[in-house]
């Protein structure tokens, strides 16, 4: 009897440690793929939500082209504290911005005072340079006096870059829309679909000898 309880105990303690066994490799299987799968959603997430990302899918060209005036004049309601935008108007915070888009970059405005940093950076204020500059003033001019954190909505800058340019004496023409970022976009996604398959096709790969071994062995 001893004997037999030893034995069936032996099969329980047995059972138990593959159990075990079988629980780890299982809980070590699905925490190795947890992360691959949760990086897709990430991946989207950075493209639909950050500025630059959404910048690169939508081009600022095709925003401004269908841009909304009068909610840009409404976003400009974050400008308004520092920022007058009228003819010969008075220079606050930060300059008068009448006129401002295609203008010299951090010159005249009724001499206001800018910072070393901002005039460092030259050229002219073009549609793309004020989204970038809308996006962070920190970032695209580093010791900007510009105390504003910037707008993460491309759509959103878009709509007051275009009003703003109508807030002049002289409208500048809308940069033309291009078409070769649009072709781009779709064959960026079918790359990342095909590195997906990719990774499954190495479990056949590694099948693939074993089944060619009995051929040999035929032979
Ligand atoms: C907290 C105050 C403040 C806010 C808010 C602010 N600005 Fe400014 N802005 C400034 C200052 C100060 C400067 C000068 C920056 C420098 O010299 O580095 C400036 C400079 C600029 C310039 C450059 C002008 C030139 O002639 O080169 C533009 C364009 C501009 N701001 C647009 C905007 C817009 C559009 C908004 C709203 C989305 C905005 N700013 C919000 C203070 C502000």
């Keep these: 009897m001893d004997n037999r309880t030893n034995t069936i105990a032996g099969w329980v303690l047995g059972a138990a440690i593959v159990a075990l066994g079988a629980g780890i490799v299982s809980s070590e299987f699905f925490r190795a793929e947890r992360p691959e799968k949760m ?11 950050d500025g630059g990302g959404a910048a690169a899918a939508v081009p600022i060209e095709a925003l401004l082209a269908s841009a909304d005036l009068s909610a840009g004049e409404k976003a400009f309601a974050k400008c308004a504290a520092c920022h007058s935008v009228q003819k010969g108007g008075a220079n606050g915070i930060g300059p008068d911005l009448w006129g401002v888009v295609g203008d010299h970059i951090a010159e005249g405005r009724g001499g206001f005072a800018f910072s070393s940093a901002l005039k460092a950076k ?6 793309q340079a004020l989204d970038e500059w809308l996006t962070s003033p920190r970032k695209y001019a580093e010791g900007t006096k510009m105390t504003f954190a910037g707008i993460g909505k491309a759509e959103e800058r878009a709509n007051l870059i275009a009003w703003l340019n109508q807030q002049s004496d002289s409208p500048q023409p809308l940069p033309a829309v291009p ?12 790359a990342a679909d095909a590195a997906a398959p990719a990774d499954n096709a190495a479990a056949p790969a590694d099948a693939a000898p074993a089944a060619e071994t009995p051929a040999a062995a035929a032979q």
């Design 39 to 49: 990086g897709y959603p990430i991946e989207g997430v950075v493209e639909d939500g």
């Design 122 to 127: 030259g050229g002219t204020w073009t549609f």
């Design 179 to 190: 078409a070769a970022p649009a072709e781009e976009a779709p064959a960026a996604e079918g």
